[in-house]
């Protein structure tokens, strides 16, 4: 069975250092690998998706992730954080296939907050 | 703004009795899935519609339902209702069937159900 763990539930961070999230997973294949972030009163938004070649993904709003197999990982990273980054992220591995559809499983997320 | 919508945005109701979430998908979008949000049970699939036919199940409980009617739109339908079922319900929609594998999942912003 698929699963995905965030080790940490709360990150703080000060405004422009930089962030690394950890995600490791559990999964018998090739895995499909996605960061979604989900700001207050809002539904989640795709940051980025790992499918298959280059091993460091680039995603939107500044963020990366990084597929390491050997660690079962694919931590999320950002350079540089600005206080509009405080949310909830999430790691889903996708996913079991049910009728032809590969849907996700989400782990329990990380909420990040940004100090001034 | 991810053109999903989702009505209505919160819902108080009492145990025992019967509700009805709808979402609209973005436009050109053919998939329709529903997810529950707990702070037990973290985000969940519920089940996906495509172009009006279900396509993948997960943890869908008997007392839940839900339909894809032709103009697209989705009803995801909770009947006697628990305490428990007090959660945030997302709908998310993409173009193709794959669940997320080969295309992306938009979510829309929630129904926030509250069953007292």
């Known amino acids: 069975a698929q699963s995905v763990t965030q080790p940490d539930i709360h990150i703080t961070v000060s405004e422009g250092a930089s962030l690394e999230l950890r995600c490791n997973y559990s999964?018998?294949?090739?895995?499909?690998l996605f960061w979604y972030v989900q700001s207050p009163g809002q539904g989640l938004q795709l940051l980025l998706k790992?499918?298959?070649?280059?091993?460091l993904v680039q995603g939107i709003k500044g963020f990366e992730a990084e597929f390491k197999r050997s660690q079962s990982s694919f931590n999320l990273r950002k350079p540089s954080v600005h206080w509009s980054d405080a949310a909830e992220y999430f790691c889903?591995?996708?996913?079991?296939?049910?009728?032809?559809?590969?849907?996700?499983?989400f782990g329990r997320g990380t909420s990040l907050i940004v100090h001034p | 703004d991810s053109g999903v919508t989702q009505t209505p945005k919160h819902l108080i109701t009492a145990t025992g009795q019967r509700v009805t979430l709808r979402c609209s998908p973005r436009?050109?979008?053919?998939?329709v899935y529903w997810y529950q949000q707990s702070l037990d049970q973290g985000l969940q699939f519920l089940i996906q519609?495509?172009?009006?036919?279900?396509?993948a199940k997960g943890n869908i409980l008997e007392r839940f339902s839900a339909q894809q009617f032709p103009d697209l739109h989705s009803e995801l339908n909770l009947s006697s209702l628990e305490l428990g079922d007090s959660a945030l319900y997302f709908c998310?929609?993409?173009?193709?069937?794959?669940?997320?594998?080969?295309?992306?999942?938009?979510f829309g912003p929630g129904t926030r159900l509250t069953v007292l």
């Open positions: 998310a929609s993409s173009v193709g069937g794959s669940g997320g594998r080969t295309d992306t999942q938009y």
């Open positions: 999964y018998g294949a090739t895995p499909y």
């Open positions: 889903a591995v996708g996913g079991f296939p049910s009728g032809g559809s590969y849907i996700p499983t």
């Open positions: 790992y499918f298959s070649g280059d091993t």
């Open positions: 519609y495509y172009n009006g036919e279900e396509r």
């Open positions: 436009s050109g979008d053919l998939s």
